[in-house]
Each structure stands twice: as C-alpha cells, then as structure tokens.
C-alpha cells in the first residue's frame, strides 16, 4: 500500500510537472546577473535573453544584482519559487567558489540549482597599462618582485576567478600583491586602461577593443589554446607558465525543485538562441566562444568543474571555516 501511495504521488507530481510546462511561461521571466552591466556575463545574458523571448513568446528580462562576490544574487535565485520564471546566468564563482569561501553564504550552489545549459565561455588575459615599462610576463614579474608589495591587482570580486589566477601568479612567481575587487569586468578595465591598477586577469570581451587599439597591453591568455579573437597572443602555458588554464564560463541555472518538463523547454529555447543568425558572430567578435551542454552534460561538468576549483582554493588557503 505505501508503495502505491508513493507511485500515485509521483505521478501526481509527473503530471503537475508536464501541466505547468505546457502552459509556460505566462509572464516575464527574469534572468539574474551577478555582474555589473558591461561585462561578458551581461553579454552572454542580453544575447541569450533575446533569443529565448523569441522562442518563448514571453519577454526574458536581465537583473544585475551585483555584490558578495555573487552570493546576492546566488541566495537571490536559490530561494525563488522553483516555476522557471527566476533564472540565474553564473559559472564557477557562483555555482563553487562563493559558497566555499564565504561563510554563512546560505546557499549551496550545486544542491539549491538544476542546470540548465551552459551558454558560454570568455578567456581571462593577462592586462597591465600601456604605460607600463613591462613587455612580457617574466618582466612583469620582475618588476612586482622589485616593488616588494606595492602593486595591485584587479578581479570582478572576492573569490573570483581573476583572483584566483592573480593569487597562482604570486604563488609562481613568489610575490606580494595588492587585492582590488570590483563588482565586474567593466569596472575592473576601467581602470586599468585608466593606469590607477597595476595588472589583472580579467576577462576578454569587454578588453579585447582596447587591447586591439593599443590602449592597454595584454601579455599573456589564461586558456587551454589561443583567442581566435588574439591569435598572436601567446597562452601562459606557452610562457612556462603551466597550470594557468582557467577560462571564464557561464551557463544558466534555476532553483531546485524547477519540474523537469519546464527545465527542458528552457533548455531547447536557449539552443535555438544560441543558433540565432547572428548570436555566434556577436559573441566571438567580442571575445568570447560558445559553449554549450544541455542539462545532464551541464551538471556533471559543474562537478567535474567544483572538484578543480576546490583544489585551488584549498593551495590558496581561502576556503571558510
């Protein structure tokens, strides 16, 4: 009997399900950035966002809810109803890193999501002021060495990526840097093109013009191959650098709980936008690549990805008590 129970209970749940999806959506669904406008991941968004009002018949509106290092709008998303009108576009400092180095972050970012698709994926290059005397990484870090903690270095914020590579870059090269976060990749190039920052990993898109005009010098491509976007810059690999392949991706998430029928419409209008006349051209001419996994492939890749990023954060002795 109890064995009948649960089976009518599931089905019952199966049937919700696949009702709400036939129906959905509605009404506007709201697509969460925990970036600053400007940046790769509003890129990504805005890209994929159009595509997916199309398909969907409804309008995808992005919400940047920037600060916390992504926890506000990572707690914001995992706490919404699970009916597929609060999505989240986020890679690992969302899905892994926030929640392993902030304390009381309260959310778990693999447990409270189902994922969705991932949507893309931006190189982190190595930037510093075209007024800097340095020309090369070994210069670079002659010189950092040399100033004996008086330089910085930007990210997009706390437990970022762009940290974590500029925190790699004082293990390798024995160095003392200053840590400045901001609440993106905009505001982080603003200044260095501005020269108030010494260096930074930070992601391509919203650099690549500059880097292009000469107004800011790139030294180096934390990636597994070269930018067809840069194909002359070489990757810190190629350098000696090894173990510097750590490239920026995103892909878009929903609360736990989201029915299984909902999570696959999603999942097919974010295809379809991806394969919008267009969509490709804009986002490799900015700098970045496609990227994309559906649902299964999506979730095994966060926790292959969550297995990699928790070593780093281990080395760097950042993970929260």
């Known amino acids: ?44 968004a805005r890209t994929v966002a159009e595509g997916m009002a199309a398909s969907l018949g409804q309008p995808v509106v992005v919400e940047n809810k920037v600060g916390a290092g992504t926890v506000i709008a990572g707690a914001f998303v995992a706490r919404a109803e699970p009916d597929g009108y609060t999505l989240l ?12 180095i902030t304390k009381d972050a309260k959310f778990d970012g693999i447990k409270d999501f189902v994922f969705i698709a991932t949507v893309g994926n931006v190189p982190n290059v190595l930037v510093v002021p075209k007024d800097r005397p340095y020309q090369t990484v070994k210069e670079l ?14 990210s997009v914020g706390q437990g970022s990526l762009p940290q974590l590579l500029g925190l790699k870059l004082q293990q390798v090269g024995d160095l003392k840097l200053i840590h400045v976060p901001y609440g993106g990749a905009a505001p982080a190039s603003t200044d260095i093109l501005a020269g108030r920052i010494d260096l930074g990993f930070l992601n391509l898109p919203p650099l690549l013009p500059h880097i292009q005009a000469g107004t800011v ?36 998430s ?16 974010i295809d379809q936008a991806l394969k919008t006349p267009g969509a490709k051209e804009k986002l490799v001419k900015a700098g970045a690549e496609m990227f994309y996994k559906g649902p299964d492939a999506y979730a095994a890749y966060v926790q292959s990805d969550a297995k990699r990023m928790l070593q780093l954060i281990d080395a760097a002795g950042m993970r929260a008590n």
Not at 1 to 28: C, D, E, H, W
Not at 89 to 100: L, R
Not at 141 to 154: Q, S
């Open 254 to 269: 929903a609360p736990a709980g989201t029915p299984r029928a909902i999570v696959d419409k999603l999942n097919a209008a």
């Open 217 to 252: 010098r790139a030294l180096a491509i934390a990636n597994e191959v070269r930018s067809d976007a840069l194909p002359n810059l070489p990757t810190m690999t190629e350098l000696g650098y090894p173990d510097f392949e750590i490239s920026t991706w995103y892909g878009i």
């Open 141 to 154: 870090i002659a010189a950092a060495k040399a100033a004996n903690g008086a330089m910085n270095f930007a």
């Open 1 to 44: 009997m109890k064995r009948l129970v649960v089976a009518i209970a599931l089905a019952s749940m199966s049937f919700a399900g696949g009702a709400a999806a036939q129906n959905y959506p509605t009404r506007a669904i709201t697509l969460v950035n925990p970036y600053a406008a400007g940046g790769p991941a509003d890129l990504l």
């Open 89 to 100: 576009i986020a890679g690992s400092p969302t899905h892994v890193i926030a929640p392993a």
